[in-house]
């Protein structure tokens, strides 16, 4: 899968769902942050899924994705484990994964997890 790497340690992170399946941000992150996958409903029918995962390097301070978007429009993720996390894990990678599933026109389940990597 191709990875895009980056350095940008705060804002609203754009994964771009057509271009690449892993997104790692190197730098030290700096605030909580937006997700937002763009080009999912143009790119998955009805009963389709995709897979992706965002790397997050995180210095003695740790944030973690707070926010989340599928093109634009806010959705819920369902956590592994039943919870969202609530912190990011300091001096490592937090691992996030995200499976969107299309369930109609413009709908999704999405169903993520959290992993720190030390």
Do not use: H, M
């Amino acid at each position: 899968e191709k990875v895009n790497i980056a350095t940008a340690t705060s804002g609203t992170i754009t994964f771009v769902t057509n271009e690449y399946a892993v997104l790692y941000y190197t730098a030290n992150q700096t605030a909580n942050r937006t997700i937002n996958f763009s080009n999912v409903n143009s790119s998955l029918s009805i009963g389709q899924s995709l897979t992706c995962a965002v790397l997050l390097a995180q210095g003695s301070t740790a944030y973690y994705l707070n926010s989340f978007q599928v093109d634009g429009s806010s959705v819920t993720p369902k956590w592994q484990g039943g919870s969202a996390p609530s912190s990011g894990n300091a001096s490592g990678i937090d691992s996030y994964s995200f499976t969107i599933i299309k369930t109609a026109n413009a709908t999704f389940t999405v169903l993520a997890s959290q992993t720190q990597f030390a």
